[in-house]
């Protein structure tokens, strides 16, 4: 399997790249794309099986462009991933470090956040209310999903029967759902403006769910009609966010994931600490409260205002946020010439590319970088090797169950 989750044979000496097959099986294919050096296919038949071929638990499994890993036994998923892990780092990296223990809790009803696709047809009179099909942007109708959390699952049908009810349900765009931990949020986003009729059953709807409402057009930001603002509070601190600011999905794995970055930081009380790609505060704020102080940066200006405010509601006065694009020149910026004795990365897919190359310029003796893409991860481990530091420690997180999307954890000390 590659690291995409997806089996690799070969015919003819050239890889043909095949979703749903797996390690040992003998499968009957479709070739749909020949090019030079590879080929994919679609998978017809499975005739001899993988002992660790599992029946998929969702029945909208093999149309949804969500979960591409069910057929695969959870453990195997796990032996999978470090493998892959592994891999991409002897690869790009040249390094074979042993890994520490898969950090892995439940496997279903683990999503707090989900984003609905939302199109009315009017011919049928019916709403596609869904998830995109793979390399598709056809809706698939989900009438349940298993990897969400209860409590958002529960209300796909009521808002499915909602949503048709209004007079322009045309006009609904997309749908986003949120367990916070005061109250589920809905951010509803529109294409144009709603008649008072149907703001008026969105905002009953709320009331009698117990829900937050946002509506959000599509140029502006959202807007609170109804519930309160929502928070978390896993790390021990109370974070509050905006309902279309990044928060990790996985919380229980969220939980562990800011533990165990603090212990491999190893923290002192007179340290400075620099966390980049900060977000709202998820790993800041609890670091700020066992260090001398720490500085977090953004590149999302709204969301380092809100890490500030969180800060503030937290009473945490030694954590100062900076807004800045990390992947452009810090030259002259006062906060990036200063020196640290830890900091940790925590950036999106795309990687830490510009401010990883002169992460060295800021005295560390030890790097935690949290990452959401091996192979983001193993280019930036070539640029921390270069700067003279050793990778100590990689593990891979199970944010993602079901899924080929791999989290890990690195740590790097200073040679």
């Known amino acids: 399997m590659d690291h995409h989750g997806e089996g690799i044979a070969y015919l003819e000496g050239k890889p043909v790249f095949i979703e749903g097959a797996l390690p040992t099986e003998q499968v009957l294919i479709q070739l749909t794309e020949k090019k030079s050096k590879y080929a994919r296919a679609n998978l017809i038949q499975v005739q001899q099986r993988s002992a660790e071929r599992t029946k998929p638990f969702c029945p909208h499994y093999h149309r949804c462009g969500g979960c591409n890993l069910q057929h695969l036994s959870h453990r195997e998923q796990l032996r999978y991933k470090q493998q892959s892990l ?5 690869k790009f990296a040249g390094l ?3 890994l520490s223990p898969v950090m892995s809790d439940v496997d279903l009803g683990y999503r707090r956040r989900a984003r609905f696709s939302l199109k009315w047809d009017t ?6 209310f869904g998830f995109r099909q793979k390399n598709s942007n056809h809706i698939v109708d989900i009438e349940q999903c298993a990897v969400l959390a209860p409590g958002l699952e529960s209300l796909i049908a009521p808002l499915r029967a909602l949503f048709e009810s209004l007079s322009h349900p045309e006009k609904l765009g997309h749908l986003e759902l949120i367990a916070a931990d005061n109250e589920p949020v809905m951010l ?3 294409l144009g403006a709603l008649p008072e009729s149907d703001q008026a059953d969105l905002v009953h709807f709320a009331q009698q769910r117990h829900l937050s409402l946002y509506v959000m057009s599509e140029a502006g930001n959202p807007r609170l009609q109804y519930g309160d603002k929502p928070v978390y509070r896993e790390t021990g601190i109370e974070i509050a966010f905006q309902p279309h600011h990044f928060i990790q999905i996985n919380r229980h794995i969220n939980q ?6 603090l212990s491999w930081l190893a923290l002192g009380e007179e340290d400075r600490v620099l966390d980049l790609f900060c977000g709202v505060g998820n790993f800041s704020l609890p670091i700020a409260q066992q260090v001398k102080s720490l500085v977090g940066v ?11 405010e969180n800060a503030a509601h937290n009473q945490i006065l030694n954590a100062d946020f900076y807004q800045a ?4 020149t810090l030259t002259g910026i006062e906060w990036a010439q200063d020196k640290f004795d830890k900091v940790l990365l925590d950036p999106a897919r795309a990687g830490a590319k510009g401010v990883i190359e002169r992460l060295s310029d800021f005295g560390a003796q030890r790097v935690v970088y949290v990452s959401c893409d ?4 193993a280019r930036d481990t070539q640029h921390l090797l270069q700067q003279g530091y050793q990778l100590e420690k990689v593990g891979m997180l199970d944010m993602f169950p079901h899924t080929s999307h791999l989290e890990s954890m690195a740590l790097f000390i200073k040679i």
Do not use: C
Request: net charge positive; hydrophobic share 45%.
């Open 123 to 128: 011919q049928a009179k019916r709403l596609a």
């Open 325 to 328: 694009n990390l992947e452009k």
């Open 86 to 90: 592994s891999q991409l780092l002897h």
């Open 188 to 190: 509803l986003r529109i």
């Open 256 to 261: 562990k994931m800011v533990e165990q970055a």
């Open 298 to 308: 953004e590149g999302i200006e709204e969301m380092v205002v809100q890490a500030r």
């Open 374 to 377: 091996p192979a983001t991860l």
């Open 96 to 98: 074979s470090v042993p």
